[in-house]
């Protein structure tokens, strides 16, 4: 079975600067895919960043951009020029090639400071 | 943008009551399935739902459950005896190449 694990419970940022979350995750599986996503206090989940196992260029969304390490098992999220938008839990998530299921990490409150 | 919408937005119950959650999938995905979010904690899978049946359904997913598709739109999730730790969030999403998830249904069980 996969985990997946995020060590940060809560981070904070100012406005206007960055910020990385981290997440690793355990497979024994090749290929995959890896997903962040945004949970904001409406509690609606939206898809940040994906990113397909077997890309070995990093995943890029305008300000939101992954740090993809495959054979350490990480992978990050780096958020630039931060926005008062950006605060909201962020989770992690892991699905396997047969897309079945997503497992999720345990989320990373963000909160960004004017 | 398509979307996937559930209802009720929020949803009161009492404990020992059956009820019945509802999603509209987007309507060419072929991929349908529910989790659950314990307020405080993380997402949770319950059970995917493919070619009208189940493919996969977690531990949590136990007889008091059940989905369906009744009618080529909708896509429900019963709970059938309400139990107080039932109470949370329960997102739909269904996908094709990407997963797309409902707003979500607060359910409370008093």
């Known amino acids: 079975a996969q985990t997946v694990t995020q060590s940060q419970p809560e981070m904070s940022v100012q406005e206007a600067e960055t910020v990385t979350l981290s997440c690793t995750y355990d497979?024994?599986?090749?290929?995959?895919?890896l997903f962040w996503y945004k949970q904001p206090p409406s509690r609606q989940m939206i898809l940040v960043i994906r990113?397909?196992?077997?890309?070995?260029q990093n995943a890029t969304e305008n300000r939101f951009s992954v740090n993809f390490q495959k054979a350490a098992k990480s992978f990050s999220l780096k958020i630039s020029d931060s926005q008062l938008g950006d605060t909201a839990m962020y989770f992690c998530?892991?699905?396997?090639?047969?897309?079945?299921?997503?497992?999720f990490g345990g989320g990373t409150r963000l909160m960004v400071k004017p | 943008e398509p979307e996937v919408t559930q209802t009720p937005s929020h949803q009161v119950t009492q404990m020992g009551q059956e009820v019945i959650l509802r999603c509209v999938p987007i309507?060419?995905?072929?991929?349908f399935y529910w989790y659950r979010q314990i307020l405080g904690q993380k997402v949770e899978f319950l059970v995917s739902?493919?070619?009208?049946?189940?493919?996969?359904k977690s531990e949590i997913f136990d007889d008091q459950f059940s989905v369906e598709r009744p009618d080529g739109s909708n896509f429900t999730l019963k709970i059938r005896s309400t139990k107080l730790e039932d109470s949370a969030m329960y997102f739909c999403?269904?996908?094709?190449?990407?997963?797309?998830f409902g707003s979500g249904t607060r359910l409370t069980v008093v």
């Open positions: 999403a269904s996908s094709t190449a990407g997963y797309t």
């Open positions: 497979t024994s599986e090749s290929n995959y895919y």
């Open positions: 990113q397909e196992a077997y890309k070995q």
């Open positions: 998530a892991f699905m396997n090639r047969a897309g079945n299921m997503l497992t």
């Open positions: 309507s060419n995905h072929l991929y």
């Open positions: 739902f493919y070619n009208n049946e189940i493919s996969e």
